[in-house]
């Protein structure tokens, strides 16, 4: 009697045993590849601006299949202008994905926070989410690797009334079969593997991204009620923050810029 109920236990063990590695495998079908997203900055002088700091919330990709997958939820905040100065890009994401074509890359942007000769301010955004089209592909047991690459010169703006207007201008590069070396967080390289999508996009005053739009950088710019960004006919005082300034450029102050 008891060699048959340990005869029966062992067949009840062997048969959950085989249950779990059944589950596991159907849930697993699709292969996996690794996914790394890297910021850096190319800016030209930057003037009196010292240093730009971008907090990204998260970041996602999208597929047809799978919709918007995060592959990064933790903030965190970088300084453009440290990045151009070192020389490096900092790393945003570094996970596993299943293997497949992601046509869509975003960041969520929470803050931007400019510091010049008169101190730190922080500025507009037209819309905190950056969405960029464009192929990151992700092959099982390789690496797929995406650089955003800010131009903060471009980017940044400057009202008539001196407050800073942050609409991104950035450089996406993505690769496949990528070399990734991973330092530090803050110090990440990326090489090899062949390159997908390379496009240069910028965001309006509404907030939409894409190829050509853009705030011009000698712009007549305000901010009306509800913090829509205006965008006068003509030139005016206000433009691009990548020149020389003088006198204060803070919000709330008088800006003297040349683009």
Known sequence: MRMILTASLLMVLVLLVAGCTGTGQSTGGNQ?????ATMADAA???????????????????????GWVTISSAPHTYDLLQLKAEGKQALLADTKLDAGTYDQL????????????????????????????????????????AVFDFKADESLHVTGEG???????????????ADVTVRSSADVAV????????????????????????IPANANLSIGSGSTIIVGSGIGTAGSAGGSASGSAGIGGSAGITG
Do not use: C, F, W
């Open 106 to 145: 975003r960041l969520d942007i929470s803050s931007v926070v400019v510091t010049d000769a008169q101190g730190s301010h922080q500025a507009k955004l037209p819309s905190g989410e950056l969405k960029i089209v464009g192929d990151l592909v992700v092959k099982a047991n390789s690496t797929a690797a």
């Open 44 to 66: 030209a002088d930057m003037g009196a601006v010292s240093s730009v700091k971008v907090t990204v919330d998260s970041v996602r990709v999208h597929s047809a299949t799978e």
């Open 163 to 177: 407050q800073y207007i942050m609409a991104p201008v950035v450089q996406l590069e993505t690769r496949q079969n």
């Open 191 to 214: 090489s090899g593997g062949s390159v997908v999508t390379n496009v240069k996009v910028g965001m309006d005053a509404q907030g939409r991204v894409g190829v050509g739009l853009g």
């Open 32 to 36: 996996e590849g690794r996914a790394v």
